[in-house]
Nanobody
Framework: QVQLVESGGGLVQPGGSLKLSCAPS????????RHWYRQALGKQREWVAT???????TYSNSVKGRFTISRDNAKNTVYLQMNSLKPEDTAVYYC?????????WGQGTQVTVSS
């Protein structure tokens, strides 16, 4: 069984930085995480950023200029560098991979921005 595992969340003050990581674990076929989403308490899950196979990156307007998504292809790991964090960035962050018709999600990692 293959799953995604996120790490790197935590509590940070406004203006601070965190770096999230996500990699697949388990045996079987290989999936390639390329997307980050987040879900704040009481809100719907929203897309944050994507890194395409060619390295092209896209971001939601709410994080553009502050967050950077990247991939280490040798490690099959996707990262989300988050700078200038705001209280409204508080959420559970999930990475996502698409394999054929299926979506794969991690368990999420909590990011809390508070003074």
């Amino acid at each position: 069984q293959v799953q995604l595992v996120e790490s790197g969340g935590g509590l940070v003050q406004p203006g601070g930085s965190l770096k999230l990581s996500c990699a697949p674990s388990g045996t079987g076929f290989t999936i390639y995480p390329r997307h980050w989403y987040r879900q704040a308490l009481g809100k719907q899950r929203e897309w944050v950023a994507t890194v395409a196979s060619g390295g092209y990156t896209t971001y939601s307007n709410s994080v553009k200029g502050r967050f950077t998504i990247s991939r280490d292809n040798a490690k099959n790991t996707v990262y989300l560098q988050m700078n200038s964090l705001k209280p409204e960035d508080t959420a559970v962050y999930y990475c996502n991979a698409i394999y054929g018709p299926n979506d794969y999600w991690g368990q999420g990692t909590q990011v809390t921005v508070s003074s």
